[in-house]
Structure formats: C-alpha cells, structure tokens
C-alpha cells in the first residue's frame, strides 16, 4: 500500500485510506525518498507563518544527512519588494517529474481501478509555483468575493486531505494537487498518440530547462 499524500506533507497523520492506492514495493521506496523533501517545500509555502517557521526549523535541524539540502535552499534567500521571500526549491528537475508521475500513476488506479499503461498513455506534467496560485487567488476574490481554496473543496470533484491540507481534484483524467493550497501539480492524462507524446515531450523539457538549480524561473 502506498501513501500517494504523505504524511510529511501534512501536519496531521492522514485519516485511514486518505490518499492510498496499491504499488510495487520498488514504486514505494522511490516515492518515498522525494516525499519528506516535498512536505517540507509545501509546508514552507504556507499561509501559515507558525507552520512555516516550525518545518524549516526542523528539516535544517535534523542530524541525520538531510539537513543540507534546506540549509542550503535558506541560504538562496531573496526578499523581493513585495515582501515575499523567495527561495530556491531543492529538488532537481527530473526528480520533480518523477514524483509528478507517481501521484498521475496514484490517481489513475484510485480512479480506474487499474494500473497507468504508459503504451496507451502519455502525461502532461506541470509544476505550479506560490507566485502563480497567489496571483490567482487575488483574481478569484476580487472576482468572487470568496477564497478559491476553499471553494474548491465543495467541489463535488474534490478530495480534501488533513483538513485541506492537501487538496486533490479531478475529472476525468486531468488531476490537479495542491498542497498547502500554494505548491501545486497540474496531470493530464492523454492517450498516447504522436501529438499528445509530443506535447508531453515539450512540457517535460521546459520543466528540465527552466527549473535550474532547483528553481522553476
């Protein structure tokens, strides 16, 4: 059994079954590796400041080799004059592709009952950054008067994880996460054919390209 959202991306532990799907043992670890790194990043985009403040003290604290990677992701700090802080992600691009595949791979079998044919289909991967779900949320509520995140969660298409922590919504095949409302990762499922394998091929490169130095430009 696989977490697909992992309790690392969470402050909570998950309630039973929340986010889980069947995988190979193989499939498991792989995710598991990138999944503590991914919580940290989601956690550290937080609306939350006392959220923030705690799981970046605790991931550049640790002793046990994975400190490194967040010490140095602080160091790349740029208050900008916004007022926002940005920082560099410390995750290199094809490991961010992987992991974006292995959450199309989970949803899919949640939905279909049945594993992701990559013979039949190819994915749409796409990596979205706070700058981009900040500035849509300012859109939505001066447009709605409400708050997207939440609206978004009475979708009857949405699953809501850890209080909404975690949002997951999806039609058909087009799965959108969001994590801590501002990192989010954008699926679409296409059946395999020269056009779609293209786009595919396109949108992976321009993750590859721009996310350099673990940074999405």
């Not at 043992?25 to 990138?34: D, E, I, T, Y």
């Not at 937080?46 to 604290?61: G, I, K």
Request: aromatic residues 12%; hydrophobic residues 35%.
């Amino acid at each position: 059994m696989e977490h697909m959202i992992p309790n690392a991306a969470l402050s909570r532990k998950r309630g039973k079954g929340e986010g889980d799907f069947l995988a190979c043992r193989k499939c498991n670890s792989h995710k598991s590796n990138m999944d503590y790194v991914i919580g940290v990043i989601s956690k550290s985009q937080s609306a939350n400041s006392n959220l923030v403040v705690d799981s970046l003290t605790r991931a550049s604290t640790q002793t046990d080799g994975r400190e490194k990677r967040f010490l140095d992701m602080m160091r790349t700090a740029v208050c900008k004059p916004d007022g926002n802080i940005h920082l560099e992600i410390p995750i290199h691009a094809d490991d961010l592709i992987s992991y974006m595949r292995y959450l199309g791979m989970g949803q899919y079998f949640k939905i279909h009952k049945r594993p992701f044919n990559p013979e039949r289909y190819v994915m749409h991967l796409e990596f979205i950054n706070k700058q981009v779900t900040q500035t849509f949320q300012a859109s939505y509520q001066d447009t709605h008067y409400s708050n997207p995140f939440l609206d978004i969660q009475e979708n009857p298409h949405a699953e809501v994880i850890g209080d909404g922590e975690v949002i997951i919504w999806y039609k058909k095949d087009a799965y959108l996460f969001l994590f801590h409302h501002y990192v989010g990762f954008l699926i679409d499922i296409k059946k395999r054919c020269r056009r779609h394998t293209a786009r595919a091929e396109q949108k992976e490169a321009y993750i590859r390209k721009h996310f350099r130095y673990g940074k999405l430009n």
